[in-house]
């Protein structure tokens, strides 16, 4: 079952930058937190994960409570491409990769 | 690279028949997990295999059952198919325990 909790849907100005947030309240110490995406038709794309640190990487930021309880992913420069179903999971350390998806949050990028 | 392919892309079966799936992971994975995607649902996580064995399954019945190959590549078998059973099939690769998993675009089947 999922352990997260994520908005059904946001809206978002092209070029603005879109803040998805993601609640996992019941996170434990040894979990890290993941957000793949999935554009229409395709299969899902990693785009980042952390544990308790902030991380930043080509594609996004991602922001993490110091509680851990909560995070936000950061795209900061949205596009018309960006449009996406975007999943926030939980893993273990050292799981083997079996990812729970959620409803995940749909972003509409509007021009 | 090629990343991760499925074949077939499209698939329409009738009801009771069975059904084989295909993948080939991204080149460097030895690991291939399973999804099913209902329409408007997240993915649900059905197996996955690593060294020729199944490693974890999710909650689905015996129907559906798997194989892996000496080269990686994976089978996913779902006999006496339900109408249910339509969905968009996904395949992922990784590197045994690494972070980051790679989908192929999936296979859609239809059963009528």
């Known amino acids: 079952d999922a352990k997260t909790t994520q908005p059904t849907s946001m809206d978002c100005a092209e070029g603005r930058a879109a803040n998805l947030p993601c609640n996992h309240s019941?996170?434990?110490?040894?979990?890290?937190v993941y957000w793949y995406r999935q554009i229409h038709s395709q299969g899902p794309q990693y785009i980042i994960h952390?544990?308790?640190n902030n991380e930043t990487n080509e594609m996004a930021s991602l922001i993490i409570t110091e509680d851990r309880k909560s995070s936000t992913l950061i795209l900061p420069h949205a596009t018309l491409r960006d449009t996406a179903v975007y999943y926030c999971?939980?893993?273990?350390?050292?799981?083997?990769?079996?990812?729970?998806f959620g409803q995940g949050t749909t972003l509409q990028v509007k021009p | 690279d090629a990343g991760v392919t499925q074949s077939p892309t499209h698939l329409i079966k009738t009801r009771g028949q069975q059904v084989t799936l295909r993948c080939s992971p991204k080149?460097?994975?030895?690991?291939v997990s399973w999804y099913q995607q209902a329409l408007g649902q997240g993915p649900q996580f059905i197996f996955q295999?690593?060294?020729?064995?199944?490693?974890q399954r999710g909650n689905f019945p015996d129907r559906f059952s798997g194989h892996q190959f000496p080269n990686y590549s994976s089978e996913l078998n779902v006999n006496a198919l339900l109408l249910g059973d339509s969905a968009l099939y996904l395949c992922?690769?990784?590197?045994?325990?690494?972070?980051?998993?790679?989908f192929g675009q999936g296979t859609r089947l239809t059963v009528v």
């Open positions: 019941t996170i434990s110490g040894n979990e890290y």
């Open positions: 295999y690593y060294e020729e064995e199944e490693r």
């Open positions: 080149s460097g994975h030895d690991t």
């Open positions: 952390g544990l308790k």
């Open positions: 992922a690769s990784s590197r045994d325990r690494d972070t980051e998993a790679f």
């Open positions: 999971i939980v893993l273990p350390s050292g799981n083997t990769g079996k990812l729970i």
